[in-house]
């Protein structure tokens, strides 16, 4: 009949010496462990190992820990006036983020924080190796939310066949590291249009609304710069990651406005000049600190990203992880 | 026992030295082979085992793991029986260790050669199974007790086609001394032309005799947790159950590669050059790696499964085989 | 404990004692026991190693899914779902999108469908693999389940390329997928798949092939198939009793009526059969995967799906194929975006409820092996 009654027939004692062959065959061979502290299989973009935190994307808008399954997502902040820039502009109020923590010990990893959040504040790092033998540290504070930005790994390319409408991948906002370190610094601003129509939010105008209305012209930007590289010929990815980096700018320069800013002012290449120095030194740092890696023996990827987020820190002024 | 101590108080002090060294060598020796199997194990399921203890290839890891055991906390439950339950170690390890003072080595390299040196051998290897049973009884725990009542009843089952087969070699080699045994396989084992049924129940009931897979039913882990030695910790557990296990292994190996692959013999004439010991280490070690082979191989029987393999299928060949020998034997002498 | 069900009180005809006068001693198995991967727990009465009664205690592992997910919007429950049998996050997670998709009516792309069918294949193997090698691991043989776990990396790796989980994958939304697949998803799926066909017949042979495994299995635990109908039993263990029953086949969903594969079924419905069916199933759910990654389309992975998901006010009930049998969601809407009600049918607590019965008569060391092929995760059968 079928081969489960051939299976089941009696067959004295082959069997037996089958089986024997087959784990004889397997000790001869070699084995396939994976000696894990010693080497480490690398893991996919998309694992979910930990959550990474970019301070300076998020506006405290409280989406992630309003959506959070588990309410593990602690924000606390608040509001400070700035005085006036220039003649004829208000003082205005912005959020200040005094405490951004989520406790690991809570989270169930689902990931729809990182999905949900629209400023792209929040990132999927594959890296795991941080048990605790005390509960209390599992709570991860700001900085070292901040400081697992060294470890996010650019996303992965899609399938030749996916056609799907683009949703917000898990990537860092700068290029992909693919190109190479000098790539970091912005040359598609200058190609970059002007902000979009809309940068203040009209009286008369949701809150929603207008945040809406901005992405909307946002994805209209990163649009047109994404057809302006794919004609340079750069690569998808290239192309994929400048146009992200030119939305996230004009995003950003039209956010802190109260009024309706002048129609043509480009954003500036780095995003907060004030503190940082210039594009060309921060390259240099990033190339320093990838040579250095690479001669610690790091694996390029996150020699790639760590030298990435040195040369942000370089920029942006701010002091290392945990500094 | 009285002869044990006259043979060994006869010989001289160094001899004496040599021979205790024998029995101090035992708990090293389950070192290693707990070591062999550890490795053995991993390759056969594709892993590489224990890699770190020691730095090169985990070589320290049973060490590592008897110092852990002693570190360990020994625990006995309320209503356990203290005094039996603290005697079990030094039985079932008393009991395995017993078979090694009439294993030859070498032709003078044995503790007491016995005239009845297999009987001895035979009747020692028991006690161990006293040890279970009172193991099961003490721990008040009904595991235990199912699984000392297990091992009780696998040595009913398996103690007489062991003892018919090695029957039969004690007919062929004319004589209970094992030394006399390894002799007369000089240059042909037993395994190979007289004895090759014999072999392979003496096998299936030696496996048996140290609980290993495919008749491991008396510590099945997966039923009854580790059957008589389930309220057992520290210490108590590292002698009563690993030690014992590993030195009774060996011991039966030792046996078998004495009573059927001539033990301290030669294979071939021509090898001669090579001494006693390493003959008899290789051969034990073949056995031994055998065990390990099978036992990381098949799935276990059941109790009463194991019954009926030895009442209606070991125990009618070991019969069989000790006729057919009778017979050989007679046609040879007329 | 737990009240006893008449019928399972009667004493079963023990005259093989010969007449002498026995005692009977309730062991308890479990809840925390080696041989029930979980924390479940059975009161076994036994004469010397013969079960007289048995009765399995559940509940140790209760979380409460029907309750915590009235309090969530879709895409948390998803999470949750996933977490009823973690061996089979994509199936559980699966006909909650199924129904409410069809209480919208959303259409669903042909390419999500696809990858849908792809993913619950694939996560279908990685639990039966599981099964596949924990059996074997009850039986007293330690080796086949790690061949199984290596087979299951490869296959693992393709699933966390995908959705950057392990177990918990959280990738099937109302209206598709989360995001598409990455590059290079295809290649590894499929060398997954190929890889794991090559290795069934060492499966076969250490273990189906092996006289004393068969000493153990043939014969054991033989479930009736009325028995089991009566029982709600479903998945596997039903079709190695003998009944086609398997929904891809009989309320075909996704598009799993265009691919071609077969539902293997035993003939005595005995512990052996049980793993033969599971066996054979991961050949036929390789057949699958290797179809649908031929026939990939291009396209989008998630359809027109409204930001907010509002239910209108009705009810229905969704059921697929979980890798155990049948899963069930049986859906209330007030017209929220959460549902007011949801009911949860799931295989493993359908499928132990026959337990009690099968291990009436049988040794202990049986009772592993009867628990062993029932193939249940404790998490689903408590919930």
Known sequence: ?????????????????????????????????????????????????????????????????????????????????????????????????????????????????????????????????YAEGDITRLTHEMERLEDWMRTVLPPSPLDDGAKGPEIKSAAPVVPAPAAAPAAAAPAPVETAPGPPPAAGRPAGMSEAEFVEQRAAAGRLVRQKVYEEEIAKGSEPRIAEARSKAAEMRARKATLPETEPAPPVTPAPAPSRPAAGMSAADAAAVRRKVYEEEIAKGSDPRIAEARSKAAELRARKGTKGPGG | MVTTLHHILANSIVLLALKLGILLLLLPATLVVGYVELKVMAHMQHRLGPMYAGAYHGWAQTLADGLKFIQKEDIMAAATDRTVFSMVPYITMLGAALTFVVIPFSRHGVIANLDIGLFYALAVSSISVIGVLAAGWASANKYSLMGGLRAAAQLIAYELPLVLAAAAVAMQAGSL?????????????????????????????????????????????????????????????????????????????????????????????????????????????????????????????????????????????????????????????? | MGTVPEDLTRVPDLSSTGGLHTEEMVLNVGPQHPATHGVLRVLVSVDGERIVRAEPVIGYMHRGHEKLVEQRDFRQITNLLSRMDWLSGINNEIPASLAVERMLELEVPRRAQYLRVILAELNRITNHLMFTGSFGLELGATTPVMYAFRERELIQEALELVTGGRMHFGFIRPGGLKEDVPRGFVE????????????????????????????????????????????????????????????????????????????????????????????????????????????????????????????????????????????????????????????????????????????????????????????????????
Not at chain 1, 13 to 20: A, C, D, N
Not at chain 1, 101 to 112: K, T
Not at chain 2, 236 to 253: C, D, N, Q, V
Not at chain 3, 251 to 267: M, W
Request: net charge neutral.
């Open chain 2, 177 to 334: 001394s094992l030394v006399s045994i390894a002799e007369a396989q000089r240059y042909v084992p037993f395994a190979l032309w007289a004895q090759p049924l014999g072999f392979l129940i003496f096998l299936a009931a030696a496996t048996a005799e140290v609980s290993r897979t495919p008749f491991d039913m008396p510590v099945a882990e997966a039923e009854i947790i580790t059957g008589a030695f389930t309220e057992y910790s520290a210490m108590k557990f590292a002698f009563g159950l690993f030690a014992a296990e590993y030195i009774a292994m060996i011991g039966m190996s030792a046996l078998a590669a004495t009573l059927f692959l001539g033990g301290y013999v030669p294979l071939l004439p021509q090898l001669r050059f090579v001494p006693g010991p390493v003959w008899f280490l290789i051969k034990t070690g073949l056995l031994i790696f055998l065990l390990i082979w099978i036992r990381w191989t098949f799935p276990r029987l059941r109790e009463d499964q194991l019954q009926k393999f030895a009442w209606k299928v070991l125990i009618p060949l070991s019969l069989v085989n000790i006729f057919v020998t009778g017979a050989l034997k007679l046609a040879h002498w007329t």
């Open chain 3, 188 to 383: 590894l799926a499929r060398r997954g798949v190929r890889q794991l066909v090559a290795k069934i017949p060492d499966y076969e042979n250490l273990l189906m092939g092996n006289e004393i495994f068969k000493q153990r299995t043939v014969g054991v635990g033989r479930l009736d198939p009325a028995l089991a109908l009566d029982h709600g039993v479903s998945g596997p263990i039903l079709r190695a009793c003998g009944i086609p029953y398997d929904i891809r086949k009989v309320d075909p969903y996704l598009v799993y009526d265009e691919f071609e594969f077969d539902t293997p079924l035993g003939a005595q419905g005995d512990s052996f059969d049980r793993f033969w069916v599971l066996v054979q199933e991961m050949k036929e759910s390789a057949r699958i995967v290797e179809q649908a990654l031929d026939g990939l389309p291009e396209g989008s992975h998630i359809g027109a799906v409204p930001k907010r998901l509002t239910l209108p006010k009705g009810q229905i009930y969704c059921h697929a194929e979980n890798p155990l049998g049948e899963l069930g969601y049986y859906l209330v809407s007030d017209g929220g975006n959460k549902p007011y009600r949801l009911k949860i049918r799931t295989p493993s607590f359908s499928n132990i409820s026959v337990a009690a019965h099968m291990l009436r008569g049988a040794f202990v060391p049986d009772m592993i092996a009867i628990l062993g092929s029932m193939f249940f995760v404790v998490g689903d059968i408590d919930r």
């Open chain 1, 1 to 129: 009949m079928n081969d489960e009654s051939k299976l089941k027939k009696a067959t004295f004692g082959t069997g037996l010496l089958k089986g024997l062959g087959i784990t004889m065959r397997h000790m001869v061979s070699k084995a396939v462990t994976v000696q894990y502290p010693d080497e480490i299989a690398p893991l996919p973009p998309r694992s979910r190992g930990v959550i990474a935190l970019k301070e300076e994307n998020c506006t405290m808008c409280m989406l992630c820990a309003r959506e959070c399954p588990d309410w593990c997502i602690y924000i606390e902040g608040h509001k400070e006036r700035r005085e006036s820039r220039g003649e004829g502009k208000r003082a205005k109020a912005f959020n200040v983020l005094d405490r951004f923590a989520i406790d690991y010990a809570l989270c169930m990893y689902c990931g729809i924080c990182v999905e949900v959040c629209p400023y792209d504040a929040l990132f999927w790092s594959p890296e795991f190796e």
